[in-house]
């Protein structure tokens, strides 16, 4: 079945360490989106990608980095920089991002951090 | 930059019919889509409206007017099953997908 995968569910990290959220794709999907979402929040930006080898940043880059070697992946890492890097983060893929003809976003099943 | 508006919280019978608004600022506008996202899961997408008018999927529909940047969702028969957040979100030529802060519906008995 096609899908969009997040690993792990839930994740504990100790303050100022990196860790990196892994989110996988099998749709063919040319762009892929990281959200973040705190407690009774809406969705906000973090990075997303059109296309292999480039990303661009979204509404709160700061602290995060990502990368887009392969199509079907799109590693989000969370850095010691972040301040409140707590949240509930969500990878999301669209089959041609930037374009009019992209009506959907899939997305996986999130994954919950939580920094102690 | 892009912006969108949509109430915080609605309540509603079950069997009635509710209207979600979203009013969006964006340049480069493709089109607006809403997505449902029940408790700690993900958002599953809804519909999508690019041109103006009403698109109409079984109990859900969704409307679109470009020249006042204002859509809304419509749920109709509502059930105790439609209790989620209700998300809109607006496409551009930026390539980004931004979403609103969500609407909270409450369905009761």
């Known amino acids: 079945d096609g899908g969009i995968t997040q690993s792990p569910k839930y994740l504990f990290r100790k303050e100022g360490q990196n860790v990196t959220l892994s989110c996988e794709q099998n749709?063919?999907?040319?762009?892929m989106y990281w959200y973040r979402q705190d407690p009774g929040q809406g969705l906000r930006l973090i990075y997303y990608s059109q296309i292999v080898n480039d990303f661009q940043k979204g509404d709160i880059a700061e602290g995060y980095s990502v990368s887009r070697e392969k199509k079907e992946s799109f590693p989000l890492t969370v850095t010691s920089a972040q301040k409140n890097p707590t949240a509930f983060y969500l990878c999301?893929?669209?089959?041609?991002?930037?374009?009019?003809?992209?009506?959907?976003?899939?997305f996986g099943q999130g994954t919950r951090l939580t920094v102690v | 930059g892009q912006s969108l508006e949509q109430p915080s919280e609605v309540t509603a019978v079950e069997g009635a019919i509710v209207q979600i608004n979203c009013t969006y600022q964006t340049s480069g506008f493709y089109g607006l889509s809403w997505y449902q996202q029940h408790d700690g899961g993900a958002p599953t997408f809804l519909s999508y409206n690019a041109l103006d008018g009403l698109e109409e999927t079984g109990r859900f529909s969704s409307f679109l007017s470009r020249s006042d940047s204002y859509g809304y969702l419509l749920l109709q028969e509502l059930q105790m099953k439609d209790s989620a957040s209700y998300f809109c979100a607006v496409s551009s030529n930026t390539g980004k997908l931004i979403f609103g802060q969500g609407t909270t519906l409450q369905v009761k008995p």
């Open positions: 749709l063919n999907h040319d762009a």
């Open positions: 999301a893929s669209s089959i041609l991002g930037g374009t009019p003809g992209d009506t959907e976003a899939f």
